[in-house]
């Protein structure tokens, strides 16, 4: 079981790194950008902890949440795009 | 859990870690999307099939699946979809990039923004 250590272990310095470029991000889409990515690596998160727990509803979870998170990016850029002219 | 599956996490861990740092490290937010858009497939792909292969279910296996080409479908539009509107809204490129193909792509835009409600009040 080391290696699901070892896989969460690295998911969360990934976490990690993608809330630094969340905080730094000179623009909104840098910031949209990883928030995407975190959604992306929690995805990856609920597939190893569906691995660790060997239940497979953690894999519609993680579905759910790919979907959702696609939404969310969707929605951002149009609003970007929206909201352009000033 | 086997060899092989326990193989195909830590690689998908890996390649959503190498997303990660190319977030941070690469200079541009467009150099930044297309390096952790494709590591993100990838890597996702690789944990998708370490969870089939080690639950080893024909319904865990057609959902790893459905997830693998959700993600093939979803990850290049919601990369184009923000480049775009980054694009748009003026995010700077870097600045050794010297390919610019949608040059003007922003002018034209405005234009027609612009002529839309003069030809609605004609009406």
Not at chain 2, 41 to 51: E, R
Not at chain 2, 61 to 68: E, F, G, N, P
Request: proline fraction near 3%; charge should be positive; include cysteine.
């Amino acid at each position: 079981m080391t290696v699901i250590g070892l896989c969460f272990a690295i998911l969360c310095l990934a976490l990690l790194l993608a809330f630094v470029r969340l905080v730094q991000g000179p623009s909104v889409a840098d910031r949209v950008v990883a928030l995407d990515l975190m959604a992306i690596v929690s995805v990856g998160l609920i597939i190893v902890h569906g691995v660790a727990t060997s239940l497979p509803v953690f894999l519609d979870a993680a579905i759910i949440l790919a979907l959702v998170t696609f939404a969310g990016t969707i929605a951002f850029a149009k609003y970007l795009e929206r909201r352009r002219p000033q | 859990m086997s060899f092989i599956a326990s193989a195909l996490l830590l690689t998908g861990c890996a390649f959503l870690l190498l997303a990660a740092i190319g977030l941070v490290r690469m200079p541009d937010l467009y150099i930044r999307m297309s390096s952790s858009s494709k590591a993100v497939t990838l890597g996702v792909s690789c944990l998708a099939v370490g969870l089939a292969v080690s639950m080893s279910d024909a319904t865990v296996t057609t959902r790893a699946i459905l997830l693998i080409v959700l993600f093939f479908l979803k990850a290049p539009v919601a990369a184009h979809m923000l480049g775009r509107a980054a694009y748009l809204t003026g995010v700077p490129l870097w600045k050794a990039t010297t390919i610019d193909e949608m040059k003007g792509a922003g002018d034209s835009l405005e234009q027609l923004r612009n002529t839309t409600p003069a030809g609605s009040e004609s009406d």
